[in-house]
């Protein structure tokens, strides 16, 4: 199934301008709480941590938790720790996967692993996740403290699942959405949840907020992976054909593989399993993948997942905020194009 998402102004690519319009003062201040609480006696941590906080990410996780709070009028300032707390959780996240991946690059800079070493990573990712639990400790929610520490086991979780489906060429693609399920769509879903909670609203304002978070969360982690082989470095932030070189079963790999013929599905298979891993092989695994239209068809599976984000947030009224966050759904997945 698949579907098209109208655009708010044909005239204009989709942007994240007015995501960024929309909460700049809010975001200023959750600036000032990540800046204090990344601080540290150990100088290595606040070198390290801010090393990636500040290596050019949009931070749009905890732009979609201000831009939730706006979107259903909330009015107080607990959300601001929350979205210090979920920007937190995400880095902490990024420095151990990159740890996990060995990989060389993070937007486009040398990763903080390949910089301070291994330990250091996962020690200053450790040192970020309790100050997030301390945040949120502090935005005085239990609900909300609830939600963001599931998401962060559900992460976990999600993790160690791709951990083990890696160079698994049987990987079966329910499977695979369980894995970006977890480990990118459980944070979007969480970081627009806790704006509801803190706003004391309606447990289907909440569910529509998650799904929005959740389904935007799919819709990116599928562009993600299918510009993994249409991108270049510049482009991506990362190293072209990592997630090939890695033997990472992504939806592109998944449908080439089962739609391929004998002689491109024995290449999958010495592929995945990691011996075919040259350039060569990544032009001719990209050459596969055009001929299936695998990437095609993963970008059709994120405009559908972005329409049912689109489409979550239709019982909230018309406004500046509820379009911010419709572009930002159409940005997510124009990066591939």
């Known amino acids: 199934m698949t579907a098209t998402i109208h655009r708010l102004d044909k005239r204009t690519e989709p942007s994240l301008d007015p995501l960024m319009a929309l909460v700049a003062d809010d975001m200023n201040r959750v600036n000032a709480v990540i800046l204090d609480r990344m601080q540290s006696k150990i100088p290595l941590i606040p070198e390290l941590a801010g090393h990636l906080i500040a290596g050019g990410g949009k931070r749009m996780r905890p732009m979609l938790t201000l831009a939730s709070a706006r979107l259903i009028g909330y009015g107080g300032t607990r959300h601001h720790?929350?979205?210090?707390?979920?920007?937190?959780?995400?880095t902490a996240t990024l420095?151990?996967?990159?740890?996990?991946?060995?990989?060389?690059?993070?937007?486009?800079?040398?990763?903080?692993?390949?910089?301070?070493?291994?330990?250091?990573?996962?020690?200053?990712?450790?040192?970020?996740?309790?100050?997030s639990f301390e945040l949120m400790v502090e935005a005085e929610s239990l609900k909300a403290l609830r939600v963001l520490s599931g998401a962060s086991a559900v992460i976990a979780e999600g993790e160690v699942n791709q951990l083990t489906a890696i160079r698994r060429i049987d990987t079966p693609e329910d499977r695979y959405l369980d894995i970006i399920g977890a480990k990118t769509a459980a944070l979007f879903a969480a970081a627009c949840r806790i704006a509801a909670i803190v706003a004391d609203r309606s447990d289907a304002d909440e569910a529509a907020l998650d799904a929005y978070g959740r389904n935007l969360g799919i819709a990116f982690q599928l562009v993600d992976d299918a510009i993994d082989y249409v991108s270049d470095a510049d482009t991506m932030g990362k190293d072209?054909?990592?997630?090939?070189?890695?033997?990472?079963?992504?939806?592109?790999?998944?449908?080439?593989?089962?739609?391929?013929?004998?002689?491109?599905?024995?290449f999958w298979r010495d592929a995945v399993s990691g011996r075919r891993a040259s350039d060569a092989d990544l032009a001719h695994a990209i050459?596969?993948?055009?001929?299936?239209?695998?990437?095609?068809?993963?970008?059709?599976?994120?405009?559908?997942?972005?329409?049912?984000?689109?489409?979550?947030?239709?019982?909230?009224?018309?406004?500046?905020?509820?379009?911010?966050?419709?572009?930002?759904v159409e940005f997510a997945i124009r990066r591939a194009y």
């Open 81 to 90: 720790l929350l979205s210090a707390a979920v920007e937190f959780i995400h």
């Open 95 to 131: 420095l151990h996967d990159d740890v996990v991946d060995g990989s060389d690059l993070r937007r486009g800079k040398r990763t903080a692993n390949i910089i301070w070493g291994n330990p250091a990573s996962v020690l200053v990712g450790d040192f970020l996740f309790s100050k």
């Open 240 to 266: 072209a054909g990592d997630d090939f070189r890695e033997g990472k079963m992504t939806l592109p790999v998944i449908l080439a593989y089962a739609r391929g013929d004998e002689e491109a599905r024995a």
């Open 287 to 328: 050459t596969l993948i055009r001929a299936t239209r695998a990437v095609d068809d993963t970008l059709a599976r994120a405009r559908h997942y972005g329409q049912r984000a689109i489409d979550a947030i239709g019982r909230f009224p018309n406004g500046p905020a509820k379009d911010a966050m419709i572009e930002a």
